[in-house]
Each structure stands twice: as structure tokens, then as C-alpha cells.
């Protein structure tokens, strides 16, 4: 079955600096690569995503970036503000299963300091 | 807007017991709910896929017997953890793909502790 790494655990940035996170997969047959922000307790939120027949999409402060050949994507947020503090998961999911059924990276913490 | 309620938010069971937990899909059918536990400061680990007049369908490793799923509707799925222990104890959220094919619901998530 599919498996998502994601790295890293942790990452401190400074308000104003940019943040990469990166998630690899292993299934060859995913197609949806979303990526959520969550907060203790509560259900994920949806930040952005991205299908496999595109390479790289942009919402204001936050993009992601897949390369299917090398099987990961990054999540980019620029000019980072203390309100993007939160945990960010990455997910996977592939065609040879359920639409919706996803496989999550590990989650990386994030503290954006001002 | 699509919406996936999930009851209750908070449950504390004694140990032994049994507690269940519904997952709703408020204005939408879902032949397909999934069924996640989020241990603290861990990820979404995926329990199993809930099929609407069918048996679930479990992840490696999680005990069918121990956690039933039951799908009797196209709005309705539920969790019940049987015989509940304190490791038991988690966040447990589910979601349902939405009536579009580009979205995916979760519910609010429920906390259960088990003492």
C-alpha cells in the first residue's frame, strides 16, 4: 500500500521567512496530494492541493510542487506569519483505491517566531 | 455548504466497556466513510474504509473485531470500540468524500478516554 514520508518533524522559521516541507509516496498510482493544517484537537484543514497532472499550484502565501518522476511534493509558504504556527500534514491518495481515502505524512510541526 | 458531523466530541468510558461513535454526513450521501485515530502529537493513522450495505474494510494491523464498523445508511457510519482499554484512548475522525469529486469531508473528531 501506498506510504508517505514527510520531513521534517520540526521547523522553526523566523516571521517573514519562507517554509518548505517535503513528503515523498511511494505508489506510483496516486493521483491527489493534499495538504492540511491542523490544531490540537480539531479536524484538518484543507490548505491546498494538487492532482498528478499538474506540476505546481499557488494560493497567495502558499504553494505545492509535485515531481510524479521522483514521487514528492512540497508545500511552500512564503512570508510566514505567527498565525501559520500549526501542525502541517501531507496525504497521499492513490486511483487504486476509494476516492477519499488518504494516507498521511507524519505531520511537521511548525512555529514561525516574530 | 457539505458538512460531516460527528458525535460525541468527547466520551470518557470505563475500561471494558463498549462506546460508540457516529459519523453523519449532514446533507450529502456517502457510500464511503473512513475512519481515522490520531494518537497526541501523531498523524492521521488510517483505521478502515466504511462501505454503505457492506463489511468495512480494515488496515493491516487493526483489529476488525475490536473496532466495528457499521455503514447502515448513506448518511450514517459508526465506530464502536469494544471492550475498551486506557491505550485505546485517542482522537478517533472520520470523513466522507464530498457530492464533488474534488473535496473530502472530516468530521470533528472525538476524543474518547478510557479510564
Known amino acids: 500500500g501506498e506510504n508517505v514520508e514527510q520531513h521534517p518533524s520540526t521547523l522553526s522559521v523566523q516571521e517573514g521567512d519562507s517554509a518548505v516541507i517535503k513528503c515523498t509516496y511511494s505508489?506510483?498510482?496516486?493521483?491527489?496530494f493534499p495538504w492540511y493544517k491542523q490544531e490540537l484537537g480539531k479536524r484538518p484543514q484543507l490548505i491546498i492541493d494538487?492532482?498528478?497532472?499538474?506540476g505546481e499550484k499557488k494560493d497567495q502565501r502558499i504553494a505545492v510542487t509535485l515531481n510524479k518522476t521522483a514521487k514528492h511534493f512540497s508545500l511552500h509558504i512564503t512570508e510566514t506569519q505567527p498565525e501559520d504556527s500549526a501542525v502541517y500534514f501531507c496525504a497521499a491518495s492513490s486511483i487504486r483505491d476509494s476516492w477519499g481515502k488518504l494516507q498521511f505524512g507524519a505531520g511537521t510541526q511548525v512555529v514561525v517566531t516574530p | 455548504g457539505a458538512v460531516v458531523s460527528q458525535h460525541p466530541s468527547r466520551v470518557i468510558c470505563k475500561s471494558g466497556t463498549s462506546v460508540k461513535i457516529e459519523c453523519r454526513s449532514l446533507d450529502f450521501q456517502a457510500t464511503t466513510m473512513f475512519w481515522y485515530r490520531q494518537f497526541p502529537k501523531q498523524s492521521l493513522m488510517l483505521m478502515a474504509t466504511s462501505n454503505e450495505g457492506s463489511k468495512a474494510t480494515y488496515e493491516q494491523g487493526v483489529e476488525k473485531d475490536k473496532f466495528l464498523i457499521n455503514h447502515a445508511s448513506l448518511t450514517l457510519s459508526t465506530l464502536t470500540v469494544t471492550s475498551a482499554h486506557p491505550e485505546d484512548s485517542s482522537f478517533y475522525i472520520c470523513?466522507?468524500?464530498?457530492?464533488?469529486?474534488?473535496?473530502?469531508?472530516f468530521g470533528e473528531g472525538s476524543w474518547l478516554t478510557v479510564v
Open positions: 494538487i492532482r498528478s497532472n499538474v
Open positions: 505508489d506510483s498510482a496516486s493521483n491527489y
Open positions: 470523513s466522507a468524500p464530498g457530492p464533488t469529486e474534488n473535496t473530502i469531508y
